[in-house]
């Protein structure tokens, strides 16, 4: 079992930026993705980091948001700047191999 615990979520205004951690119970030196679900909608995935390090983003976060991993502290961070409206979501972050997810946490970006 592989526990994962999100962090970082919280209140911003537009074009602000905050910074989520993800920290496993175990060794994240794989596959490791983030989600967010915004309200009334599904489940999209965000950001994908490979075991070999190589970065996927979703278009709507391209150029804004960077995914990257602390193996040391077993640790997958994810960078967001530029922050809109719409990226208001509960972020997941999600563990390839095994299929661990995070419960979440909460980031609100609004005036």
């Known amino acids: 079992q592989v526990q994962l615990v999100e962090s970082g979520g919280g209140l911003v205004q537009p074009r602000g930026s905050l910074r989520l951690s993800c920290v496993g119970s175990?060794?994240?030196?794989?596959?490791m993705d983030w989600h967010r679900q915004a309200p009334g909608k599904e489940l999209e995935l965000v950001a994908t980091?490979?075991?070999?390090?190589?970065?996927s983003y979703a278009d709507s976060v391209k150029g804004r948001f960077t995914i990257s991993r602390d193996n040391a502290r077993n640790t997958v961070y994810l960078q967001m700047n530029s922050l809109k409206p719409e990226d208001t979501a509960v972020y997941y972050c999600?563990?390839?191999?095994?299929?661990?997810w995070g419960k979440g946490t909460v980031v609100i970006v609004s005036s």
């Open positions: 175990r060794s994240i030196l794989t596959d």
């Open positions: 999600h563990r390839v191999l095994g299929g661990y």
């Open positions: 980091i490979t075991s070999g390090g190589s970065t």
